[in-house]
């Protein structure tokens, strides 16, 4: 057998060779598939330690910001540095209410420990510290090294703040003594495979959290590559082999950003655990091509000459055909129970799935690809609206610099520059909504609403659009009021935008009809139009983000795509459906909207202030930007007011001692300090504590409205300046 084997002129020989080769592209693919799968296995088990690192780090970077804000609260406390007694009894409360750590403490610039939460028996000196030094060497927070505590004989890590007086010089160092089985806490929470390693070491690389046993590492040295490691690069994956000689995939994170502390977390997992699960599945695919391969040694062997080499040639071909690329290949044997049918199967049903995958392949690419015209799309959109306003705000800018224009054209041309930035701010408030709306930051204050005041107000504010294309406005509204469960100003900006888009795409002269009606306890509003209409493509992906109808010259109507998925979102939070329907091209659109119903009591109408008698006031303009600063003040002075105008915050300072306004304007973002605390300073003067704070400025997320309000702003504007909004709030100031 063995000599026939190797006797390639005879039909066994060659029915043998045959089946090599047809077995030949399986255990390429099969050997570089395993290839892959370790490689994927590697690639998985470092994405998902780093986040592990991360997470770690991050949990022990709240522990130490925590007691950073601790100690820097304790360092706003007055007479801290007085009576010792009466310290020690503060910073002894400080540490019921804080179990975490072990003790409190101030430190005078000698190093002598003069009040503590725990008390001594004998004075403590701690100038020989680390962390005391670089305190008052760097004035700043300091997070520093293991220590085990001379008083509380407890491992842990001292935390130093330093009291700075007016002058900005170093009083004292407050210090809180972290109890590391605390920090330990969040490291037992993370679940790591058997034979992992979590450790935490400071600057000097002690020990300071590890995971296991960590009470038996307190304060030891880390092994030599490790420390080399810890000192490389951020985030880079390292093979090490520890002291109980293992051999770990480490990953490792700082523990908080660099003004935190120097800590360094790493995490090791088994380097045999990462590729164990790749493994076997490759032992598993070799030895199943290895009992394929067998089983057609066989058939080529007793099977008959010319049957099994007419299939066996079929089997190669196609072998060869998916190996060239060819995937939709296959073999055409009918299956049987024989060795060469089971083989037939099995390189079809790989074809297959290769075929499949490969299609898979295809339309992701075809997906990303799509996507990206639709960025490109949306990209040269943008310019496109964003230029569009901006040539005659630019015209009329250079009309007014000439100095030759009429008081008729002056009019006119501020008239065109107020509309076009009008349009500009409302394509960034479209952006900015949906930034709110894909990262779920919209929040709705749902009330008893009665839908008839909703839709008065949506149709005010569409209809200059509709009466610019000259449109018939029609409204049905039932005789009995309806009411929903909802968020007024949301659901005014839903049906402002289905009512533009109908304007938008409705031709002049056209009919746009508002139907209103009760359903089983729920609320539908229906807007139908006369206008172009839509495709069966376009309905299916007009309420997707960036989609329009087709932008031709001759239907270009602006915006940016975002007004009917806006729509979408914000009727789905408020537990509604919203469909479209159109007969087709040039037969008009209908969208429906439906709400919960509501049998609530009504929201009684909001009153509007009745704003007081003008009078001239001593208003002061901070902000960086120069022209915008002059052209506020042109614009107060125009109205009668005394302003002031200062271009850094220290500088705004000074001029409201000496002036004591009663109306501020400030940016936020000014280049010495933010004007949130240029607010707090003018709460503070005696000339300002009374006045008016507004804040005008570009970030316009809730979040910075908080922190404006915290830091005492009345109230808050965001760039392009609403002036009408603003000369509403002077108006009520006397």
Request: aromatic share 4%; hydrophobic share 45%; charged share 20%.
């Amino acid at each position: 057998m063995a000599f026939l084997l190797f006797q390639l002129n005879t039909l066994r020989g060659r029915l043998i060779l045959l089946v090599a080769l047809a077995i030949a592209p399986i255990a390429v693919m099969t050997i570089v598939s395993g290839v892959r799968e370790r490689e994927h296995a590697i690639r998985v088990a470092e994405e998902n330690l780093q986040r592990l690192t991360n997470l770690a780090a991050a949990n022990e970077a709240q522990s130490i910001e925590s007691a950073r804000q601790i100690l820097r609260d304790l360092a706003g406390v007055p007479d801290l540095t007085g009576d010792q007694a009466h310290c020690s009894r503060l910073l002894a409360g400080i540490q019921r209410q804080n179990p975490d750590y072990a003790n409190f403490g101030l430190i005078q610039l000698n190093g002598d420990v003069t009040c503590s939460a725990i008390p001594s028996k004998t004075p403590v000196n701690l100038g020989d510290r680390t962390h005391f030094r670089r305190a008052v060497h760097l004035r700043r927070f300091v997070a520093g090294g293991y220590v085990f505590g001379r008083v509380i004989q407890k491992h842990t890590v001292n935390l130093t703040y330093p009291l700075l007086d007016e002058g900005q010089q170093v009083q004292a160092v407050l210090f809180a003594a972290l109890d590391l089985t605390k920090l330990d806490r969040f490291v037992a929470d993370i679940q790591l495979p058997p034979g992992s390693l979590l450790m935490t070491a400071d600057s000097e690389g002690l020990i300071i959290a590890r995971k296991p046993h960590p009470e038996q590492w307190y304060g030891k040295q880390v092994w030599p590559e490790m420390r080399a490691a810890m000192a490389g690069e951020p985030g880079k994956p390292v093979l090490l082999t520890g002291p109980d000689g293992v051999e770990r995939l480490h990953r490792f994170a700082r523990v908080g950003a660099k003004g935190l502390s120097d800590y360094i977390v790493t995490i090791g997992i088994p380097a045999d655990d990462i590729t164990r699960a790749a493994r076997r599945d490759q032992k598993l695919d070799l030895l199943a091509l290895s009992a394929t391969l067998i089983l057609a040694l066989l058939a080529a062997w007793f099977v008959g000459d010319v049957l099994v080499l007419r299939r066996v040639k079929r089997l190669a071909t196609t072998a060869n055909s998916i190996a060239s690329g060819s995937l939709g290949a296959r073999s055409g044997i009918a299956y049987g129970n024989e060795e060469i049918s089971e083989l037939a199967r099995a390189l079809d049903a790989m074809a297959a799935a290769l075929q499949e995958k490969e299609l898979q392949h295809l339309q992701a690419e075809t997906q990303l690809r799509q996507a990206d015209q639709r960025k490109d799309e949306f990209l040269a959109m943008l310019a496109h609206e964003l230029r569009n306003p901006l040539a005659p705000i630019s015209a009329g800018a250079q009309l007014l610099q000439s100095g030759n224009a009429s008081p008729q054209a002056v009019e006119r041309t501020a008239g065109i520059i107020v509309r076009q930035v009008t349009h500009m701010t409302r394509l960034v408030d479209d952006l900015l909504d949906v930034s709110r709306v894909t990262r779920g930051l919209v929040t709705l204050t749902r009330v008893p609403l009665n839908v008839t005041d909703v839709i008065a107000d949506a149709v005010e504010q569409a209809d200059p659009m509709m009466r610019a294309k000259q449109h018939r406005f029609e409204l049905a509204l039932p005789e009995t009021p309806l009411q929903v469960m909802g968020d007024h100003k949301r659901l005014v900006q839903v049906l402002v935008n289905v009512l533009n888009n109908a304007a938008k795409y409705t031709p002049a002269g056209g009919t746009i009809r508002l139907q209103v009606r009760a359903e089983t306890e729920r609320v539908k509003m229906i807007i139908s139009d006369n206008g172009i209409g839509m495709s069966e493509e376009l309905r299916g992906r007009v309420f997707e983000l960036f989609a329009q109808a087709d932008r031709n010259p001759d239907r270009s109507q602006g915006g940016l795509g975002l007004g009917l998925a806006l729509v979408k979102t914000l009727v789905e939070l408020h537990g509604g459906t919203v469909a479209v329907d159109s007969g087709g091209d040039q037969k008009g659109s209908t969208f429906t909207i439906t709400l919960p119903g509501s049998a609530g009591p009504q929201s009684p109408p909001s009153a509007k202030p009745v704003p007081k008698p003008q009078t001239r006031l001593r208003v002061l303009v901070v902000d960086d930007n120069i022209d915008a600063a002059q052209t506020l003040q042109l614009l107060l002075e125009t109205v009668g007011h005394e302003v002031f105008v200062a271009h850094t915050a220290h500088a705004g300072l000074e001029i409201a001692q000496a002036i004591g306004p009663q109306l501020c304007l400030l940016d936020i973002g000014l280049p010495d300090i933010s004007g949130n605390d240029l607010a707090r300073g003018l709460r503070q003067l005696p000339q300002t504590a009374n006045a008016t704070l507004v804040a005008v400025t570009g970030y316009g997320r809730r979040e910075d409205k908080e922190l404006a309000r915290d830091a005492g702003f009345d109230h808050y504007f965001v760039k392009p300046l609403d002036v009408d909004g603003l000369l509403a709030v002077i108006a009520t100031l006397h």
